[in-house]
């Protein structure tokens, strides 16, 4: 049993008397963040934050041996664990400036519009307006409060079945409710008490036969799930109580410097102009309501936790007093892991594969929002890697001793493409099985219909499984030997061929509302 406190403060030390969160929530200190094409500057989209953390514990191990048709070591427990967070992050208040709607201006003349770095107040953005699509704002509550309970239990009998033969039997359990924030309502994306992801129960084998003295073969296979972090739940509890506000620039000449067109709304007053509270309670929205956002991390209902299938086979054999070598083939394959932030609120061209641009409003599934980004998870099995390694081993004997191993990995993936979930305040969004296009006379949205990923050659998203550019080949070695008078000399060598990665432009060519240009 245990209890653990932590604390931890974010903050910018740039003072700005302007800062948008100011008169209502007392801040003083930061900037906008600006992205333009290649590069972004400004803080984090959550600064300031403040985190505290506090964590109850209960744990019980219990062991017994039995001998009955071999020996037994029973291994079994349980463990409760509830976190508690209180958090106050300031989601996007210090307001983002999208400028990727053409070439950023020269070195120059970024000097002569941002004259002092860490000075907002003299920063002349209104000569931005030109290429500035969008700007984002959070208003509203930016504390808030989550709990996550979290038990396991696990029981495994180490079974020595004859001198030669050992098996290990195991099953193990893992729950966490609201993990993915279950106890929270957010319409139209998501329902408050959703189920959670209960069924998460873990088989394991393993068992190890001697040949002879000098030959053991080994191997196993279990069920692993994997733990997520805390985001979805924050995110989700926070931004229903933050009004993200998108405003397309309107082409004003002072729209950067007065995005509302007017003094900064309450929160109050921003949910009354918004255009989804217009169209679900004042009748239907109206011209010139105001599309709500949500930023970052929003939980999908579809949330459920990842898991992976591991199993092992190979062997080990003495090759001397001091030598010896093994070898084990390794696979494993993952499901239902965490893509990250996906904007739900896209529609797709089902000819050319290629999404609509987000500024064409008429285009977008929910016009009444903005950029909707959800956390969400891959569609069944979607990474699968075999590797084999190798390893010979000279233990220390005649002054000298030395290891060498080798790896080779052959890695597998497969893309989801960003079909939408099944959304409780939207009726269309049910068991989608496609991307979102619009019908040939574009009266509706579906999401049942194929989309062309291939159009162009290289397919946009691969559902087919495909080889990755990650790491196929490494190899170390290593030895020490002893010199005269209690001296020793060692040298290390290791190769690994690093693998190939997709490098990204830093430009939103595609106008899909995304900041890619973090530099």
């Known amino acids: 049993?245990?209890?653990?406190?932590?604390?931890?403060?974010?903050?910018?030390?740039?003072?700005?008397v302007n800062h948008p969160a100011a008169r209502t929530d007392g801040m003083t200190n930061g900037s906008p963040i600006i992205t333009m094409n290649g590069f972004r500057f400004g803080p984090p989209g959550s600064v300031p934050q403040e985190i505290q953390e506090g964590k109850w514990s209960f744990r019980n191990d219990f062991t017994i041996s039995v001998n009955k048709a071999g020996r037994h070591d029973f291994k079994m427990?349980?463990?409760?664990?509830?976190?508690s967070w209180w958090l106050m992050i300031c989601r996007d208040c210090t307001g983002i400036y999208d400028a990727q709607g053409g070439a950023p201006p020269t070195a120059a003349a970024l000097q002569?519009?941002?004259?002092?770095w860490n000075a907002p107040d003299t920063w002349n953005l209104n000569a931005l307006n030109p290429i500035i699509r969008r700007y984002t704002q959070g208003i509203g509550d930016f504390t808030f409060a989550v709990d996550r309970h979290v038990a396991a239990g696990w029981i495994q009998d180490d079974w020595q079945v004859s001198s030669n033969l050992t098996l290990n039997l195991g099953l193990r359990y893992d729950v966490a409710l609201n993990g993915f924030g279950e106890d929270y309502d957010f319409q139209p994306w998501v329902n408050g008490g959703r189920p959670n992801?209960?069924?998460?129960?873990?088989?394991?084998?393993?068992?190890?036969?001697?040949?002879?003295?000098?030959?053991?073969?080994?191997g196993g296979i279990g069920k692993y799930f994997g733990e997520v972090t805390d985001q979805s739940a924050h995110a989700t509890v926070s931004w229903r109580n933050i009004v993200g506000v998108e405003i397309l620039n309107d082409g004003?000449?002072?729209?950067?410097?007065?995005?509302?067109?007017?003094?900064?709304?309450?929160?109050?007053?921003?949910?009354?102009?918004?255009?989804?509270?217009?169209k679900v309670n004042q009748g239907g929205a109206r011209p010139g309501c105001i599309r709500r956002t949500v930023g970052n991390n929003l939980s999908s209902p579809n949330s459920q936790y990842p898991h992976s299938w591991q199993g092992s086979i190979g062997f080990q054999r003495q090759l001397s007093n001091s030598m010896a070598v093994e070898a084990d083939y390794v696979y494993w394959a993952s499901a239902h892991n965490v893509i990250g932030n996906v904007n739900i609120n896209q529609s797709f061209n089902a000819d050319t594969g290629l999404p609509n641009p987000t500024t064409n409003v008429a285009l977008l599934p929910f016009p009444e929002w903005g950029n909707v980004a959800m956390r969400n998870h891959t569609l069944g099995y979607d990474s699968k890697n075999h590797s084999v390694q190798v390893g010979l081993t000279k233990r220390f004997s005649n002054r000298w001793q030395a290891s060498a191993s080798y790896l080779w990995v052959r890695d597998y993936a497969r893309d989801t493409p960003p079909l939408l979930p099944d959304l409780p305040g939207i009726p269309e969004a049910r068991n989608c099985?496609?991307?979102?296009?619009?019908?040939?006379?574009?009266?509706r949205w579906v999401c049942d219909v194929p989309v062309n990923f291939r159009a162009f050659g290289v397919p946009i998203y691969d559902e087919e499984w495909y080889v990755t550019g990650h790491q196929v080949h490494r190899a170390t070695f290593n030895a020490i030997y002893e010199l005269p008078y209690g001296m020793q000399v060692s040298g290390l060598y290791f190769y690994g061929d690093n693998g190939k990665e997709t490098?990204?432009?830093?430009?939103?060519?595609?106008?899909?509302?995304?900041v890619v240009a973090n530099r």
């Open 197 to 218: 992801d209960t069924n998460n129960i873990q088989p394991r084998f393993g068992f190890a036969y001697r040949l002879g003295d000098q030959t053991v073969l080994r």
């Open 1 to 16: 049993t245990g209890y653990v406190g932590i604390r931890n403060r974010e903050s910018s030390r740039v003072p700005w």
């Open 252 to 278: 004003r000449p002072d729209f950067a410097s007065n995005p509302f067109n007017g003094p900064q709304p309450t929160y109050d007053q921003l949910v009354l102009r918004t255009c989804w509270d217009q």
């Open 77 to 83: 427990g349980g463990e409760y664990i509830k976190n």
């Open 503 to 514: 490098t990204t432009s830093g430009v939103d060519v595609l106008a899909v509302g995304g």
């Open 112 to 116: 002569q519009l941002f004259p002092t």
């Open 433 to 443: 099985t496609y991307p979102v296009t619009w019908t040939a006379d574009r009266s």
